[in-house]
Nanobody
Framework: QVQLVESGGGLVQAGGSLRLSCAAS????????VAWYRQPPGNKRELVAS????????YYADSVKGRFTISRENAGNTVALQMNSLKPEDTAVYYC???????WGQGTQVTVSS
């Protein structure tokens, strides 16, 4: 059993930055990829970024490439999503996801005002 807890969301003005964290606990031995998804209000959930735990390979959606950075943090079984140059269209609930386990976090709200 794997539990994922997101944190770091909040309200920020356009052009600002936020750093989200995904903390994993429980049995994480099978975790090989961690992903961030987001769900804008009234829209479908979409993949934002992912990282390979073993090799550090990363993927970014075109909409966030060059602005967001996904990374592993030094301790705590944590993956971070650094979000810079935020735009109003980045407003969404952001979720941490481990595909091999099928685990999702509870989500953290990111609101970008214009």
């Amino acid at each position: 059993q794997v539990q994922l807890v997101e944190s770091g969301g909040g309200l920020v003005q356009a052009g600002g930055s936020l750093r989200l964290s995904c903390a994993a606990s429980g049995s994480t031995l099978r975790v090989n990829t961690v992903a961030w998804y987001r769900q804008p209000p009234g829209n479908k959930r979409e993949l934002v970024a992912s990282i390979s735990v073993g090799g550090g390979r990363t993927y970014y959606a075109d909409s966030v490439k060059g602005r967001f950075t996904i990374s592993r943090e030094n301790a705590g079984n944590t993956v971070a999503l650094q979000m810079n140059s935020l735009k109003p269209e980045d407003t969404a609930v952001y979720y941490c996801h481990v595909p091999v386990i099928g685990a999702w976090g509870q989500g953290t709200q990111v609101t970008v005002s214009s």
